[in-house]
């Protein structure tokens, strides 16, 4: 396991027993390196959307927690927000919960003359992701073949 994903797991262990105390979700970490900076990134989630509030509540609880672990090397920023409208869905739980969305999924290579397909959700596995289009057709993908599926959303 690299340190990226033990840093995450360790910092999802954390931060689980904080979120479910405030009634909020805990949608993903991420520990990624932008530009010269690291930033560890916890997203919550919760009925009706989070609110800045909400996330200042989490953010002061987990970093009082990080500077007693102590278990990242090296600076890093913290940033504890909501996923956002476009919210990918990377883990078993976010597709489970997305059965019936409408989700967007963008292809490493063209497929049928195009990189970007909008479903609704019908079907996942560990191997293939399902999609059924407006008019009713499937259109199974296999995971190998995706570069993103993030729910959809309209303007």
Known sequence: MSKREVYEQKTEEILLPIVEKHGFELWDVEYVKEGSNWYLRAYIDKPGGIMVDDCEVVSRELS????????????YILEVSSPGLGRPLKKERDFARSIGEEVEIRTYRTIDRQKEFIGILKDYDKDKVTIEYEDGTLKTFERSEIALVRLAFDF
């Open 64 to 75: 009082d927690i990080l500077d007693e672990k102590d278990y990242i090397e090296g600076a």
